[in-house]
Each structure stands twice: as structure tokens, then as C-alpha cells.
């Protein structure tokens, strides 16, 4: 079962930064949360992951509150490409060696002109 | 540098038969994820491959089953087939073994009729 809880939809101004949130209040102390977008059934494509601090990359920033139990994806200035499927997912450890990624609904973001 | 390809694109198969999809990672990477993609579905963790060994398994029949090779490419087999496994197969690697991030391929259309 998924771990994290998003808003089924969300919709955003071209131009404007776009905030994403995720719940993901199970989540133990050693497991990371990544984000993922998938555009028209392609494969996803990643954005960015955390543990604990605040990340920030070419694509998006990540903030994640200090109890861990939610963060929020934010794209600092949308465009009509960014239209996609958001994926908050928590990377799980299995079998105490490899890792899957466990999969939500998404929030479908639509950007507009 | 090459990114994960899989192979074929699309697929069409009746109900009963086998199906093998392809997958080859991207250079360098040395662990191999399947998942399974629903029509408005999340993608569902399958297994994962790591030293030509199943590292890790969802929660899957035992006619889903995989094979990595030498050169980190991996094989997604499916015996028996049912009309619930129509769905887009997703393969992802990942560079430093099985706790690192993993990039996705394109995905395999399949069709059971």
C-alpha cells in the first residue's frame, strides 16, 4: 500500500510556482522520499529526493517538514510542459538489501497559459 | 550516453500464452526494477535484479519471473496470461546498486485479449 496521501489535482498559472504537497506521516526514519512525474503513459522521470534537509536541483525544489511527515514539491516557475502526473513516493527497503519505490495515485498538475 | 530502453514498444497476446519483455539498462547501471502500470494506476513494484539475482519481489504471482544478464540487461516473463495483466511494463536502473535512484524506460504497451 502507498504511504504518501496527494491531492488528486491541482492546477497552476504559466509563470507561477507551483506547490505540490505530500503526506507521508508512516514514514520510518531511514526511508527517503522521492518525486517522480510521468507525462502521457512515458516513463517517469525523475525530479528529486530527501531524507531530512531541504533539497534543491535544476528542476524543482523539496521541502520537507522536521517530523518528516509531509513535504512539498515546488516548481519555481511552471510551464506548459510541466503538465504531468506528481508522484510523492516513499522508497522502501525489502528483503533488507534492495529497494522498491512505492507508488500513489499522483496529483495530476495542469498548467495554463 | 544511452538512457534504459525496453523492448518491443507495444505488444498484443490472448489470454493463455507467455510473453517475454526486454529491458536494458542504462550504462554503467548494475540493478534492474520492474514494475507493472495500470490504466490510471500508479506503478506497482514487481521485482528487482541485482548480480543476475532476484533481490527483492511485490506482491506477485510466481508467474512473473526475471532474469538479469551479465551485461545488467534483464528479462520480464509472464506465464499463463490473464486479461488483468494488460498494462504498460516499466523497467528502471539504477548506477550504484539497489538503495540509489532509479531511472525509467519508456515502458512496453501490453495487450491480453
Known amino acids: 500500500d502507498a504511504k504518501t496521501t496527494q491531492p488528486t489535482s491541482m492546477d497552476c498559472a504559466e509563470g507561477r510556482a507551483a506547490n505540490l504537497p505530500c503526506n507521508h506521516s508512516?514514514?520510518?526514519?531511514?526511508?527517503?522520499v522521492y518525486w517522480y512525474r510521468q507525462i502521457h503513459s512515458q516513463g517517469p522521470q525523475y525530479i528529486i529526493h530527501g531524507l531530512k534537509n531541504n533539497e534543491t536541483n535544476e528542476m524543482a525544489s523539496l521541502i520537507i517538514t522536521e517530523d518528516r511527515k509531509s513535504s512539498t514539491l515546488i516548481l519555481p516557475h511552471a510551464t506548459l510542459r510541466d503538465t504531468a502526473v506528481y508522484y510523492c513516493i516513499v522508497r522502501v527497503l525489502i528483503n533488507q538489501a534492495g529497494t522498491a519505490l512505492i507508488f500513489g495515485k499522483g496529483t495530476t498538475l495542469s498548467v495554463s497559459s | 550516453e544511452t538512457g534504459v530502453t525496453q523492448s518491443p514498444t507495444h505488444l498484443i497476446k490472448t489470454r493463455g500464452q507467455q510473453v517475454t519483455l526486454r529491458c536494458s539498462s542504462q550504462s554503467g547501471h548494475n540493478t534492474v526494477s520492474w514494475y507493472q502500470q495500470a490504466l490510471g494506476q500508479g506503478p506497482q513494484f514487481i521485482f528487482q535484479y541485482y548480480r543476475e539475482e532476484e533481490n527483492g519481489r511485490g506482491n506477485f504471482p510466481p508467474r512473473f519471473s526475471g532474469l538479469q544478464f551479465p551485461n545488467y540487461s534483464s528479462e520480464l516473463n509472464v506465464n499463463a496470461l490473464e486479461l488483468d495483466d494488460s498494462a504498460l511494463y516499466l523497467c528502471?536502473?539504477?548506477?550504484?546498486?539497489?538503495?540509489?535512484?532509479?531511472?525509467f524506460g519508456p515502458g512496453t504497451r501490453l495487450t491480453v485479449l
Open positions: 528502471a536502473s539504477s548506477p550504484y546498486g539497489t538503495t540509489d535512484t532509479q531511472y
Open positions: 508512516t514514514i520510518s526514519g531511514n526511508e527517503y
